[in-house]
């Protein structure tokens, strides 16, 4: 293959590979969405949805690896285009990860029982640890696709207040647990819905560890603090 005509395909493989990265991003935020509004108003059909958009995430997944692949099989990329590429392929992981997750808490939420719905809604941190996840995995994938570090500078941070947040609001859903204002089957899928916005959280800095490392060729400095556990003696 002459010389432009093998550029001109590398380039748009490249091309199709961002429209690709551009849409799986912006599904994974909307599970996310989709997700907490089921969470906070007992909306079948949101959870639904979540349940079709990760379908979709998973099967972009698997064009994006096939393309990543093709691209460096047949045009062996160097330099910034071989940390792009490799980039994609561990931020498309993140990204489906994340597709699991918001489709595990539509999935608890869903099966949350109509009369516990109050103490749900009061568990206000819960949909702030949602929101603070959102942000974070929006600035970490714009930052990708606007192939710019600035953004995700302050991951680590944004990650400690998910953190805390994630403590807090373990903390509270026990003693609520403990007052017997929320039953023992709904605190534990609560505390599991917890856990899943903390994890969504980490993987908002995975993507924002590879968006550093490609552009930058240096990684993000992470201390993570141990998580809150069960008091000793709890059960459920």
Request: proline share 3%; aromatic share 4%.
């Amino acid at each position: 293959m002459p010389e432009h005509a093998e550029r001109k395909a590398f380039t748009e493989g490249l091309d199709q590979l961002s429209e690709n990265m551009v849409t799986i991003a912006e599904l994974a935020k909307l599970s996310i969405r989709k997700a907490i509004e089921s969470l906070e108003r007992g909306k079948t059909a949101e959870a639904d949805a979540v349940f079709t958009i990760d379908q979709e995430i998973y099967g972009l997944k698997l064009a994006i690896t096939a393309r990543c692949v093709e691209i460096i099989a047949l045009h062996a990329p160097v330099a910034r285009d071989l940390r792009t590429i490799t980039a994609s392929l561990e931020i498309t992981t993140d990204l489906d990860r994340i597709g699991r997750y918001s489709r595990d808490i539509a999935e608890i939420a869903r099966e949350l029982p109509a009369d516990q719905l109050d103490e749900v809604q009061r568990l206000g941190r819960l949909s702030k640890m949602g929101e603070l996840t959102l942000e974070m995995i929006d600035h970490a994938t714009d930052a990708f696709l606007h192939r710019d570090a600035q953004p995700v500078r302050n991951m680590i941070q944004e990650d400690d207040a998910v953190d805390s947040l994630h403590d807090q609001v373990f903390r509270e859903i026990v003693t609520r647990m403990g007052e017997r204002t929320l039953k023992p089957e709904t605190g534990a899928q609560l505390i599991l819905i917890n856990r899943y916005f903390e994890r969504l959280a980490d993987h908002a800095v995975n993507i924002g560890d590879h968006v550093a490392y490609m552009m930058t060729g240096e990684r993000l400095t992470r201390i993570k603090r141990p998580k809150a556990g069960l008091p000793v003696g709890l059960s459920f």
